[in-house]
Structures are given as structure tokens and as C-alpha cells.
């Protein structure tokens, strides 16, 4: 069955401290992973999925299968950087997402 | 629309009571998604439609829990007999489905803050 483990449930750094959000999962098939970030009253939204290998807001996420990850990852953190994030894996037969239960990231001044 | 509506954004209700929340979603959209977010239960799934397939209610948490989704267009939750453990925030999504290149990102409305008083 699909899982997705987010160990930290709060996670704080410094202004210009490098991040990892981390995220894991379990699946035997071929794993879409996604990262979703919200806002303070804000709506969910995508901030990348590992298919694009893009850079968003200078966040990047490298697809580990070997162990079965997909961190999320920063090199400097800014305060806008505050957020909740959800790690999200995807069925590639339904197109299903399952989310983690979320890392709250707070960046301090 | 430009987006994902959701109607109520807030609702507060009595124990016993039934509710009903909407979602309207982004046109053209063949895939709707209900999820509950809760504090320290992340983001839930509930329901899945997809087309005209029957639609995956594998998360649905009991049989009080039941959703509609009309014309393949806008979706009902409906939520029978609320008890207060159902108090959280119900988020619908949509999106285009499955593409050659894999999911299609969803695209969240702002959802409806549930209260079972």
C-alpha cells in the first residue's frame, strides 16, 4: 500500500540555514512524488513534482529510490519560506495522490 | 472558474445534525479529490472521481460519509449524523487527471472549516 512518512512535524532554522524537509515512502510501483506547500491563510498549492526537476523558489528535490526518499531541500531559507509542506506520492494506475502529515517550517530572523 | 470553489468556507453545526459541503471545480477537469486536513492527521484522503469511472471511496472513514459528484462537473460531501471528531477542514482538488508524463498536479480550493459543536 502507498505510504508517505514525513518524520518532523516542526522543523526551525535560521534565516540563511540550509533546509531538508524529509520525506519517504512505500511503494512496489513506479513512484510520482510531489511536494505541496500552504501558506498562512493561504490554499494548498504545488510547489514541484519530481517528473519536472525544476527549482522553485530556489527549493529542489532529488528522488532517491535506492532509499526510497524525496527530501526537499534549501540552501538558504528566507522568512517567506515559512510554511506547512506536504510530501505527496502519486498511484501511476489512478492518479491518486496519499500526503504525509505535513512539516511546518519555521524560519527565523 | 479560474479556480477550485468551495462552498461553505465556514460551517459550524450541532452534533446529530447532517451537513453538506460543495465543490465546484476547475473546468474541464475530469478528476475531483476530497481530502480532510485535521491538526496532526495531515491531509486525508476521502474520495476519488475520475470520469465516468466509479469512484474510489476507499478513504471514506464510515458509512455516515457519502459524496456525489453530478454531470461530471460539481461534487456534494455529505456528512450524516455529524459527531464532533468530524470537525476539521475539508479540502476538494482537481485536475486534468493522468497525462502521458504522469499526475497532473491538483489544483486545491480553499475549503470548508468544518465545526461540530
Not at chain 1, 21 to 37: D, M, R, T
Not at chain 1, 52 to 63: C, M, P, Q, V, Y
Not at chain 1, 95 to 103: A, H, N, P, R, S
Request: proline share 4%.
Amino acid at each position: 500500500a502507498q505510504r508517505v512518512t514525513q518524520p518532523e512535524k516542526l522543523l526551525s532554522v535560521f534565516k540563511g540555514a540550509p533546509v531538508e524537509l524529509k520525506c519517504n515512502y512505500s511503494y512496489s510501483g513506479s513512484p510520482e512524488l510531489f511536494w505541496y506547500v500552504q501558506y498562512s491563510r493561504q490554499r494548498l498549492q504545488l510547489l514541484l513534482r519530481h517528473i519536472s526537476r525544476e527549482s522553485i523558489k530556489g527549493f529542489t528535490a532529488d528522488l532517491n529510490k535506492g532509499e526510497t526518499s524525496f527530501h526537499l531541500k534549501k540552501p538558504f531559507a528566507q522568512e517567506e519560506d515559512s510554511a506547512m509542506y506536504y510530501c505527496a506520492h502519486g498511484s501511476s494506475n489512478t492518479g491518486k495522490l496519499i500526503f504525509g502529515q505535513g512539516t511546518t517550517l519555521q524560519v527565523k530572523p | 472558474g479560474a479556480g477550485v470553489s468551495q462552498s461553505p468556507s465556514n460551517k459550524v453545526t450541532e452534533k446529530g445534525k447532517d451537513v453538506e459541503l460543495r465543490c465546484d471545480p476547475i473546468s474541464g477537469h475530469t478528476a475531483l479529490y476530497w481530502y480532510r486536513q485535521s491538526l496532526g492527521q495531515g491531509l486525508e484522503f476521502l474520495i476519488y472521481f475520475q470520469g465516468n469511472s466509479a469512484p474510489d471511496k476507499s478513504g471514506l472513514p464510515s458509512d455516515r460519509f457519502s459524496a456525489e459528484r453530478t454531470g461530471g462537473s460539481v461534487s456534494t460531501l455529505t456528512i450524516q449524523r455529524t459527531q464532533q471528531e468530524d470537525s476539521a477542514v475539508y479540502l476538494c482538488a482537481s485536475s486534468p487527471g493522468k497525462g502521458r508524463r504522469g499526475i497532473y498536479g491538483y489544483t486545491f480550493g480553499s475549503g470548508t472549516r468544518l465545526t461540530v459543536v
